[in-house]
């Protein structure tokens, strides 16, 4: 997997590339600024991009907008952007144009290497992977809303994996319960939440993060 | 500054410097006057005229126009005695229509002030303009009086004639006169001329409560920005800076814990960078808290901090602190950041021998300068943490000013609204 990182920070970055490298994965160039990594993808053509979302100069959401650029001019491009807090428009705004290879995490899930690598890879394999804090953020907000009350509190725990991006298999080993009973709590969710089924990853993530972004505007 | 008592010329030298200082800038602010007469005399004409026609119903339509001339004049007079050091503030265009005009106290009393200056001014402005001219002439006349035609060769006050160099040098010390009028009479004629706008011109004391209720509105807001900025400012550096720091050890961490499973090897100098990644948070965060509010202006106030960075210096300072009260913390914090600054700075770069740290606090401005005798050529732009203390003096509306030429001497003065 080829690999270029996004972040203004020196020790930061320098530290992401060593962990990736340690992992066998091919860092093929870092940035510090927005242009500079838009520059590296452009000459690279990695397979991910790695980006935070504060840079110069303005410090504020170049990042996002470096992603957003990015996936214009190489929709293949997987993307994973790393954020220091929760911020809900930087969500909504880089998931605008669908979730496929696209990742959003708060920048101390890197900590946890396997689950940074699996989210990782999940990306790079066209995926997606939200940060539980974010679905957890949507969820705590849309609690008034009668379909979601209607959720068994297994189906909650469910429906907030899928939210983050996982597959079946993973949500089964998160859960510790086997396949089948995952599918069948989805199928029970989509039913209740007016939602058509739909056994394809992206699809389902886009489904239900604008189910519960539309409960949040209505709000 | 200095003075020499071994040398009385030049200090008579001086002392005529400026006596003809001070009558030229009597006879400047007198024809500035008289410019402001004559103008107030024509919008006076205009009143009347707009007030007779008035009572047959036509002039009310030129009423809101008169007022505004009026306001607009008076400000000219108001902006002009700036200069001079009268504080006047300006005032607004008086309220649209017939009825505006009439209800605004501060207009009538600029009524009163058109007609004073129209008239005493006028007659002042007047001998301003004349005054320098007749000293010219009569100074220079044992030059010309020879050719000039026989009969009217007479002096500026009209008595007598001259027929001898004799005479033509008693009018030269006539001009002498003049010179003397000019420098002794002239400075208390100006301020005569002045002093119908000193009365008049005036806010009346309502609109001058309205005008300090904006004044210490538009103080608060800029308060309250500056705050939001040096709020914003926390943020990044705990965002941008520490929370970097950790997540770096965080990352660190995760890398040598897997590095333990397969490359134990490995470890040990991944460990070693995270345990700098992490030392180097702390010192971030300690930075952090004390930009903030360093615990010295706490403990000891602004005065005693100020001094303590002087006694500090490794470059010998000297202090002179006289700041009686207090200011905001936040602006103290930014006034001891800029001393702090600044005698680092001297001490790295400008290989000075001494330094001279001042701070006054005078009519809610906090002064701070910081004086070297170094080889100057210091740049505000050019790194040296000058660049972030300039922009934080900026979010409390204050100036930094730095002055340091090649060769030296360099100054840095920053002045900030107290704000308390």
């Not at chain 1, 029970?188 to 699809?203: G, Q």
């Not at chain 2, 309220?95 to 600029?110: I, K, N, Q, T």
Request: some cysteine; overall charge neutral; proline content about 5%.
């Amino acid at each position: 997997m080829r690999i270029v990182i996004g972040e203004d920070d020196a020790l930061l970055r320098e530290g992401l590339a060593l962990l990736l490298r340690a992992e066998a994965l091919d860092v093929v160039a870092t940035a510090g600024d927005a242009s500079e990594l838009l520059a590296a993808i452009d000459t690279h053509r990695p397979d991910v991009a790695l980006v935070d979302v504060r840079m110069p100069p303005t410090h504020t959401d170049e990042g996002i907008k470096a992603a957003v650029e990015a996936r214009k001019r190489h929709p293949k491009l997987a993307i994973l952007v790393l954020s220091a807090y929760v911020e809900q428009a930087f969500a909504t705004e880089l998931l605008a144009g669908g979730s496929s290879g696209l990742g959003y995490l708060l920048k101390e899930r890197v900590g946890r290497v396997e689950q940074f690598l699996e989210a990782l890879h999940r990306v790079a394999d066209g995926g997606t992977a939200i940060d539980p804090d974010v679905v957890t953020q949507l969820l705590s907000r849309t609690r008034t809303d009668p379909r979601l009350e209607r959720l068994s509190p297994r189906e909650r725990d469910v429906l907030a994996l899928m939210a983050e991006g996982l597959g079946n298999a993973a949500i089964a080993e998160r859960l510790v319960v086997t396949d089948g009973a995952v599918h069948k709590h989805i199928r029970s969710i989509f039913a209740k939440l007016d939602l058509p089924p739909d056994d394809e990853n992206d699809r389902r993530v886009t489904a239900v993060l604008r189910y519960l972004e539309d409960v949040r505007r209505k709000q | 500054m200095s003075t020499d008592p071994a040398r009385p010329r030049s200090s008579l030298r001086s002392a005529i410097g400026r006596a003809a200082r001070r009558g030229w800038a009597g006879v400047e602010q007198l024809v500035g006057g008289f410019g402001t007469a004559a103008a107030a005399l024509a919008v006076l004409a205009f009143v009347v005229v707009t007030a007779v026609t008035s009572l047959v119903g036509v002039g009310l339509l030129a009423v809101p126009a008169a007022a505004r001339t009026v306001r607009a004049l008076a400000n000219r007079e108001r902006h002009r005695l700036a200069r001079y050091g009268v504080d006047l503030p300006d005032l607004a265009p008086p309220a649209p229509g017939v009825r505006g005009a009439l209800a605004d106290r501060s207009l009538r009393r600029e009524l009163g002030w058109a007609v004073g200056h129209g008239t005493l001014g006028f007659v002042l402005g007047l001998l301003g303009v004349l005054l320098p001219f007749i000293a010219v002439r009569d100074l220079t006349f044992v030059l010309y009086w020879r050719l000039l035609p026989a009969d009217p060769t007479a002096t500026s006050i009209g008595v007598g004639t001259v027929h001898s160099t004799l005479g033509a040098l008693w009018v030269s010390l006539l001009g002498v006169g003049w010179v003397a009028v000019i420098v002794g009479v002239v400075p208390n004629m100006a301020r005569l001329q002045s002093w119908p706008a000193r009365k008049l011109l005036v806010p009346d004391a309502s609109v001058d409560l309205s005008m300090r209720v904006a004044e210490l509105t538009s103080t608060r807001a800029a308060a309250l920005d500056a705050h939001a900025v040096e709020l914003r400012r926390i943020e990044r550096a705990l965002h941008d800076g520490s929370q970097n720091r950790l997540v770096a050890v965080n990352v660190l961490l995760g890398a040598a814990r897997r590095a333990l499973v397969r490359h134990p090897d490995e470890a040990e100098a991944i460990l070693a960078r995270a345990q700098d990644a992490a030392e180097t948070a702390l010192a971030d965060l300690r930075a952090v808290a004390r930009s903030i509010l360093p615990p010295v202006l706490a403990d000891r106030g602004l005065a005693g901090a100020l001094t303590g960075l002087a006694s500090a210096s490794p470059v010998p300072c000297e202090a002179e602190i006289d700041v009686a009260g207090r200011c905001a913390a936040s602006v103290e914090a930014t006034a001891y950041f800029v001393a702090a600054e600044a005698l680092t700075n001297v001490a790295k770069h400008s290989g000075a021998r001494s330094a001279r740290l001042t701070a006054t606090l005078r009519g809610g401005t906090l002064r701070v300068e910081v004086t070297d005798d170094g080889h100057g050529g210091a740049d505000a732009r050019h790194g040296s943490g000058l660049d972030g203390i300039r922009r934080r003096i900026e979010a409390y509306d204050g100036v930094l000013r730095l002055d340091s030429p090649k060769g030296g001497p360099t100054i840095l003065a920053v002045e900030l609204p107290c704000g308390s």
